[in-house]
């Protein structure tokens, strides 16, 4: 297969995939992947894979082709494409929660500047960067990282990657427990798409609707987070994008288990959980048990609850998310006092403690921790940051 012939077939591929094809579409492009003579066109077609992999949580095969494109790359001796193939290698990493090993492919993009193609993707790499180190709860780091992919978004005019940008900074937020500002910027990542985003990918909307139902939800605005959930949910199954089902069906449990409605609740965690496991969202899943166990705290079923615990805090100390195992600790300490188990109960409380002071979630001006309930907060510009 020629160049010209090549360039036709990973077209049809993307026209295919538009119309929501996605089967038919892969099936040219691995075509394509076997027949091609023309290692550029390979190059390209391994990165429509890699996306289409990505956006159906198909994690382990998006890694797999970004191996192979790294090959391809170096075969080329072009350090744009080398940059790109190490870019795909990150992402994939993220999506599969190794960490470690996604900051380490993004600083070695960092160190690879090639030309105008390099600097342009610089942005994105910041952003997974930031987004691996929020998944290892490294809240500093993280945010410079999302600051940097932003001032990158606003100097080359890059709307889809400041709305992405936006996205994550809403779970930031979320994270450290403003939630004010957890709201304000996936809004401001819908007033995105609703401005520029007439040919961009329905994901885009979807994913700004579900950060801001998270949002919604953290405070106390049930209606409003079922509402944009719903309209979350509804594009990621018209597009079969898995990942983002599961997203939804944790956040609609939450929801149910904010109104106490436990029954109801406990079968939406439970979709989420399997998606989870088939996707390798082992972020995702800790999550999920998390609200479990507060299903089962308000059930008053506390040895299940624990059982929760056990499950959830192996994955996240696997993961290294300090976050997550912080908030272990605190519900393993409610429970020990419930029971009266004193020994128990001091060992989490200094464990949680350890957590605080590992994440520095101190505020460098009243000293108080951060984190612990909503409060605005307000970033310096080295990142740090502190009550306001």
């Known amino acids: 297969m020629g160049q010209d012939q090549t360039k036709q077939q990973i077209e049809k591929g993307l026209h295919l995939y538009q119309s929501n094809q996605t089967e038919k579409a892969l099936r040219v492009w691995m075509r394509v992947l076997e027949k091609s003579a023309d290692p550029a066109g ?3 077609v391994l990165g429509c894979l ?12 998006m890694l797999k082709f970004a191996v192979v494109q790294i090959d391809t790359a170096r075969e080329l001796e072009d350090p744009d494409f080398l940059t790109e193939s190490y870019l795909n290698l990150a992402r994939s990493n993220e999506k599969l929660c190794e960490f470690q090993k996604t900051i380490s492919y993004c600083k070695t993009c960092l160190n690879m500047q090639g030309t105008t193609v390099s600097m342009q993707l610089n942005g994105q790499v910041s952003l997974s960067m930031g987004n691996a180190f929020l998944g290892l709860s490294i809240f500093q780091k993280a945010l ?25 900074l809403g779970n930031f937020y979320t994270q450290i427990k403003d939630y004010e500002k957890a709201l304000f910027f996936p809004c401001k990542a819908a007033e995105l798409v609703n ?17 801001m139902a998270v949002a919604y939800r953290k405070l106390g605005r049930l209606a409003d987070a079922m509402d944009c959930c719903e309209e979350s949910m509804k594009i990621a199954l018209q597009h079969g994008d898995r990942p983002l089902q599961a997203l939804c069906l944790l956040c609609f449990a939450d929801i149910h288990r904010s109104r106490r409605d436990v029954q109801t609740a406990f079968p939406r965690y439970d979709s989420s959980m399997s998606i989870m496991t088939e996707i390798g969202n082992r972020l995702g899943l800790v999550q999920v048990l998390l609200g479990v166990t507060k299903c089962w705290m308000i059930q008053k079923e506390l040895d299940k609850a624990l059982e929760s615990i056990e499950k959830a805090q192996e994955l996240a100390e696997g993961l ?8 272990l600790h605190c519900l393993c300490e409610r429970i020990y006092r419930t029971k009266e188990q004193q020994q128990e109960l001091r060992d989490h409380v200094v464990k949680f403690h350890e957590c605080v002071e590992e994440m520095e979630l101190y505020c460098g001006m009243c000293g108080e921790s951060i ?4 409060n605005q907060l307000q970033a310096l510009p080295c990142s740090h940051f502190f009550h306001l």
């Open 50 to 61: 890699i996306t289409a992999h990505a956006e159906m949580g198909r994690y382990k095969d």
């Open 144 to 168: 410079e990282c999302f600051e940097k992919a932003l001032r990158y978004a606003h100097n080359n005019d890059d709307k889809m990657l400041e709305c992405r940008v936006c996205c994550s």
């Open 320 to 327: 290294g998310n300090k976050l997550g195992l912080l908030k």
């Open 42 to 44: 390979r190059f390209r």
């Open 371 to 374: 984190g612990e309930k909503n």
């Open 195 to 211: 401005d520029y985003g007439k040919g961009w990918s329905l994901k885009y909307r979807a994913m700004s609707q579900y950060h």
